[in-house]
């Protein structure tokens, strides 16, 4: 009767899809996975919201909340320096003004040259708030730091900063010190080189026993097959967001060569939905999606790319996402390289026409 029991109760786990770790996690469904890209998708190319401010300065990385009935979008400018920290403002989801600064070059220190932000704790509700939520009564960015010159250049690290407002061009306070970094001592073999972008999302549930979660891409010094170097999306975990260290012992999505990274995470229904971008495992750069019941144990999904190449201005590259759903219209924000730089651009699930800013 015991053992029976006993089975019967692993069979509820498996048949409601609330596999815990160390029951052994269930994975997504194949229909499951098929239901988040028609929730998901974005046949729509709307076009650049964001373009290079001139031909010397390139932009990047969108992240987008909402606060007092307006959006907010910070994003980067590499300006052949390194990386700063900008902040737009919108009413739309499509118009977009440029407001100033949040982390700026400086003469020293470790990030002296390198800023690259990205606003934690948003809500992930998917057609939520999107609102970033206070943490000590202070809003909370990560971001990529460093001190050498150029395009992603030197030993990156993880930085954390955070400000009192979010929707004011102001200079965002940091940590003296990067919270991860290639050279730490709990380093593992993908990301023992360098660290790029982060992702921090607060675990109400604690799935993960922590209450804050980072998601990184990382680059270790094991090469691929062809003796190159590949970037892994990894995890962090926090209990003040201040004090960070490495989650498990493997990274969370992998190809094991080119790039999966840029990851952002949406709660839709009982599953949690990574959005990011693959490049050079196949040709160009594109954007995916994984899912998971847990935080930790992820489902690829093996169908069709969200976005690809298709236009004159992300016929490079079409990557590093943003989205969300408002209203009834799931908005894609992403990364474009193409016949007008390196822009911003907006992919939607209904047709909203097109951008006069070019397509």
């Not at 003004?97 to 606003?119: E, I, M, N, P, R």
């Not at 593992?188 to 999302?201: A, E, G, H």
């Not at 209990?239 to 790039?259: N, V």
């Given at each position: 009767?015991?053992?029976?029991?006993?089975?019967?109760?692993?069979?509820?786990?498996?048949?409601?899809?609330?596999?815990?770790?160390?029951?052994?996690?269930?994975?997504?469904?194949?229909?499951?996975?098929?239901?988040?890209?028609?929730?998901?998708?974005?046949?729509?190319?709307?076009?650049?919201?964001?373009?290079?401010?001139?031909?010397?300065?390139?932009?990047?990385?969108?992240?987008?909340?909402?606060?007092?009935?307006?959006?907010?979008?910070?994003?980067?400018?590499?300006?052949?320096?390194?990386?700063?920290?900008?902040?737009?403002?919108?009413?739309?989801?499509?118009?977009?003004?440029?407001?100033?600064?949040?982390?700026?070059?400086?003469?020293?220190?470790?990030?002296?040259?390198?800023?690259?932000?990205?606003?934690?704790?948003?809500?992930?509700?998917?057609?939520?708030?999107?609102?970033?939520?206070?943490?000590?009564?202070?809003?909370?960015?990560?971001?990529?730091?460093?001190?050498?010159?150029?395009?992603?250049?030197?030993?990156?690290?993880?930085?954390?900063?955070?400000?009192n407002d979010l929707t004011k061009?102001?200079?965002?306070?940091?940590?003296?010190?990067?919270?991860?970094?290639?050279?730490?001592?709990?380093?593992?073999?993908?990301?023992?080189?360098?660290?790029?972008?982060?992702?921090?999302?607060?675990?109400?549930?604690?799935?993960?026993?922590?209450?804050?979660?980072?998601?990184?891409?990382?680059?270790?010094?094991?090469?691929?097959?062809?003796?190159?170097?590949?970037?892994?999306?990894?995890?962090?975990?926090?209990?003040?967001?201040?004090?960070?260290?490495?989650?498990?012992?493997?990274?969370?999505?992998?190809?094991?060569?080119?790039?999966?990274?840029?990851?952002?995470?949406?709660?839709?229904?009982?599953?949690?939905?990574?959005?990011?971008?693959?490049?050079?495992?196949?040709?160009?750069?594109?954007?995916?999606?994984?899912?998971?019941y847990d935080l930790v144990n992820?489902?690829?999904?093996?169908?069709?790319?969200?976005?690809?190449?298709?236009?004159?201005?992300?016929?490079?590259?079409?990557?590093?996402?943003?989205?969300?759903?408002?209203?009834?219209?799931?908005?894609?924000?992403?990364?474009?390289?193409?016949?007008?730089?390196?822009?911003?651009?907006?992919?939607?699930?209904?047709?909203?026409?097109?951008?006069?800013?070019?397509?």
């Amino acid at each position: 009767m015991k053992r029976l029991l006993i089975s019967s109760f692993f069979a509820l786990i498996v048949l409601t899809g609330f596999a815990q770790p160390k029951y052994g996690v269930a994975s997504v469904p194949d229909e499951k996975m098929r239901e988040i890209f028609e929730e998901v998708k974005t046949p729509y190319k709307y076009g650049i919201v964001l373009p290079q401010p001139d031909a010397g300065r390139l932009v990047d990385s969108p992240t987008i909340f909402r606060k007092g009935g307006n959006w907010y979008m910070t994003y980067i400018i590499f300006d052949g320096k390194g990386y700063e920290t900008w902040l737009a403002k919108s009413d739309d989801l499509l118009s977009w003004t440029t407001l100033g600064k949040l982390l700026s070059f400086s003469d020293k220190d470790w990030d002296a040259t390198q800023k690259a932000g990205y606003v934690a704790l948003i809500d992930t509700e998917w057609g939520g708030l999107y609102e970033a939520e206070k943490y000590r009564n202070r809003y909370w960015l990560s971001y990529l730091g460093g001190s050498e010159k150029g395009y992603e250049a030197g030993r990156l690290g993880v930085g954390i900063a955070s400000t009192n407002d979010l929707t004011k061009p102001q200079e965002a306070t940091r940590l003296p010190q990067p919270v991860l970094s290639a050279v730490d001592e709990d380093a593992r073999w993908y990301d023992n080189k360098t660290i790029y972008k982060s992702l921090v999302i607060r675990d109400k549930a604690k799935k993960t026993g922590y209450p804050f979660v980072m998601y990184y891409n990382a680059k270790g010094e094991k090469p691929d097959a062809e003796g190159k170097g590949f970037e892994n999306i990894a995890m962090a975990v926090s209990s003040d967001m201040t004090h960070w260290k490495r989650y498990g012992q493997q990274p969370l999505i992998t190809r094991k060569t080119g790039i999966c990274g840029d990851a952002q995470i949406a709660k839709i229904g009982d599953l949690y939905v990574m959005f990011y971008f693959g490049a050079f495992w196949k040709p160009g750069a594109f954007e995916r999606f994984a899912a998971s019941y847990d935080l930790v144990n992820w489902t690829d999904w093996t169908g069709d790319d969200l976005i690809a190449p298709s236009e004159a201005y992300d016929k490079t590259y079409a990557h590093k996402p943003w989205v969300i759903k408002w209203n009834g219209v799931v908005y894609h924000f992403y990364n474009a390289v193409g016949d007008k730089g390196r822009v911003i651009t907006v992919a939607t699930s209904k047709d909203l026409g097109h951008s006069a800013l070019g397509r």
